[in-house]
């Protein structure tokens, strides 16, 4: 079944326990991003990872293979259990991060591909030279390419998942964020899903943020979106 992945975007240790503490048994896995692991840095990871929660850390890694092959290192040591490379890196780049994984074996990171930000039209695309494909063909086109060079899975917007689910290999993983439960305010997002609709175009994990950490009942919130995936 596939599993929600819930947004630590707090500023602090303290506040991301807290929230960890009030959500409780209904969550497995947390996502730590820039904001929180700028802020506190490893010792972030460490605290998820000692109240026994699985991490998604999301860096969005985009460098020199070399230096992106030792940061999967060190992330691994750290105990992650995804993360996030641009797939814009290249090749080399992507492989380099997906070896480094491996050397880790089963208990090792995921490394997930980051195709086109949902932030980016195709004036934006244009800008730095990418013409001629609409977002949506440079999403696939990336996703194809990231997978093929060792990506284990992407991270996509449950728009694009089914398109790429149908495309890609089984066993790929496919991680969603923008899911509302019906009748959820938005926020920013614009283009979203329901947790039910994500999982049957094939989503594996869900990233949902603010539905569950700003819900009076954080806990009853994270249960019921379990309710809809199952269902
Ligand atoms: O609060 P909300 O459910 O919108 O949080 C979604 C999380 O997923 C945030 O951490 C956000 O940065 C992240 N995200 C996103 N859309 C993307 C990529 C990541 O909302 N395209």
Same mark, same amino acid.
């Given at each position: 079944?596939?599993?929600?992945?819930?947004?630590?975007?707090?500023?602090?240790?303290?506040?991301?326990?807290?929230?960890?503490?009030?959500?409780?048994?209904?969550?497995?896995?947390?996502?730590?991003?820039?904001?929180?692991?700028?802020?506190?840095?490893?010792?972030?990871?460490?605290?998820?990872?000692?109240?026994?929660?699985?991490?998604?850390?999301?860096l969005?890694?985009?460098?020199?293979?070399?230096?992106?092959?030792?940061?999967?290192?060190?992330?691994?040591?750290?105990?992650v259990?995804?993360?996030?490379?641009?797939?814009?890196?290249?090749?080399a780049?992507?492989?380099?991060?997906?070896?480094?994984?491996?050397?880790?074996?089963?208990?090792?990171?995921?490394?997930?591909?980051?195709?086109?930000?949902?932030?980016l039209?195709?004036?934006?695309?244009?800008?730095?030279?990418?013409?001629?494909r609409?977002?949506?063909d440079?999403?696939?086109?990336?996703? +194809?390419f !990231?997978?093929?060079?060792? &990506?284990?899975?992407l991270?996509?917007s449950?728009?694009? /998942? @089914? *398109?790429?689910?149908? %495309?890609?290999?089984?066993?790929?993983?496919?991680i969603?964020?923008?899911?509302?439960?019906?009748?959820?305010?938005?926020?920013?997002?614009k +283009?979203? !899903?329901?947790?039910a609709? &994500?999982?049957?175009?094939?989503?594996?994990?869900?990233? /949902? @943020? *603010?539905?569950?950490? %700003?819900?009076?009942?954080?806990?009853?919130?994270a249960?019921?979106i379990?309710?809809?995936?199952?269902?």
């Amino acid at each position: 079944m596939a599993e929600i992945i819930v947004a630590l975007d707090v500023q602090t240790r303290a506040e991301a326990v807290s929230k960890i503490e009030t959500i409780g048994e209904a969550v497995g896995f947390y996502k730590i991003g820039m904001e929180l692991f700028t802020a506190e840095g490893p010792d972030v990871v460490k605290a998820v990872r000692d109240m026994g929660k699985k991490v998604f850390l999301d860096l969005k890694f985009h460098d020199i293979p070399r230096t992106v092959e030792r940061a999967v290192r060190s992330a691994a040591k750290l105990g992650v259990d995804l993360l996030t490379i641009h797939s814009t890196g290249g090749r080399a780049m992507i492989r380099a991060a997906a070896d480094a994984a491996a050397e880790f074996g089963a208990a090792g990171p995921k490394v997930l591909a980051v195709t086109v930000l949902t932030s980016l039209d195709r004036t934006d695309l244009e800008d730095v030279g990418i013409t001629g494909r609409s977002p949506a063909d440079q999403v696939f086109e990336m996703a +194809r390419f !990231a997978v093929a060079n060792g &990506a284990s899975g992407l991270v996509c917007s449950p728009m694009e /998942v @089914g *398109r790429l689910s149908a %495309a890609l290999p089984a066993g790929t993983l496919f991680i969603t964020p923008g899911v509302r439960p019906a009748g959820a305010a938005l926020g920013d997002q614009k +283009r979203v !899903a329901t947790p039910a609709e &994500a999982v049957r175009d094939g989503a594996t994990h869900l990233v /949902v @943020g *603010r539905p569950i950490l %700003a819900a009076p009942d954080p806990a009853a919130a994270a249960r019921s979106i379990l309710d809809e995936i199952r269902a």
